[in-house]
């Protein structure tokens, strides 16, 4: 069974940093784009960040690009999220996904990690 | 950035209703589309990708279609499971961007 588990949420003060953690399984992580999408308290879905199979490429949300840093290793089967600079509109639920290359969609997600940033 | 309208944004229903939800790209997207079902504290579910395609064990009754940056989702008789929210979602350039939600209410 195809499964993505995130790890790592929690309360941050702003200005703050937390490593978001994505552990695959059920599926080869290295033959497949990554990604990481958001969702504040009563509000859509929000992409973040993805990354390339081997890493050699990485986009970003604009909000967020110098902030956070999406990475993987393959050897582990896992996804990270580095977060600094962490400010009240990061407040979400974050999930990792597997990311469809072409075509763009996001399948399966994890169930989810929350993080919070407040003083 | 590609805005995605989405609507309407709630709607009500009964079962075996015919509903229908409308997506429209602020630009052209090719047939990069894609839906997605959502219940309440659990993560999106993918329902229809490439606009058109139906994804594995997605029940029939879920079909997409598409006109030019105008994307339709119809649930073609609404069954008590499939009351949630969903939600489209462009991959035609960075940024993806999702459009607002349709959330289906039980009449």
């Known amino acids: 069974e195809v499964q993505l588990v995130e790890s790592g949420g929690g309360l941050v003060q702003p200005g703050g940093s937390l490593r978001l953690s994505c552990a695959a399984s059920?599926?080869?992580?290295?033959?497949?784009?990554m990604s990481w999408v958001r969702q504040a308290p009563g509000k859509g879905p929000e992409w973040v960040a993805n990354?390339?199979?081997?890493?050699?490429?990485?986009y970003y949300l604009e909000s967020v690009k110098g902030r956070f840093t999406i990475s993987r290793d393959n050897t582990k089967n896992s996804l990270y999220l580095q977060m600094s600079s962490l400010r009240a509109e990061d407040t979400a639920v974050y999930y990792c996904?597997?990311?469809?290359?072409?075509?763009?969609?996001?399948?399966?997600w994890g169930q989810g990690t929350l993080v919070t940033v407040s003083s | 950035d590609v805005q995605m309208t989405q609507s309407p944004s709630s709607v009500s229903a009964s079962v075996g209703d015919r509903v229908t939800i409308t997506c429209r790209a602020s630009?052209?997207?090719?047939?990069?589309l894609t839906w997605y079902q959502q219940k309440p504290g659990k993560a999106p579910k993918l329902l229809i990708y490439?606009?058109?395609s139906l994804q594995s064990g997605v029940p029939s009754r879920f079909s997409g279609s598409a006109s030019g940056t105008e994307f339709t989702l119809t649930i073609s008789s609404l069954q008590p499971e499939d009351f949630a929210t969903y939600y489209c979602?462009?991959?035609?350039?960075?940024?993806?961007?999702f459009g607002g939600g349709t959330k289906v209410e039980i009449k």
């Open positions: 630009q052209g997207i090719s047939s990069w």
């Open positions: 979602q462009q991959a035609n350039s960075f940024p993806l961007t």
């Open positions: 990354i390339k199979q081997d890493g050699s490429e990485k």
């Open positions: 996904a597997r990311y469809g290359n072409p075509g763009g969609w996001f399948d399966p």
């Open positions: 059920g599926f080869t992580l290295s033959t497949y784009w």
């Open positions: 490439a606009a058109s």
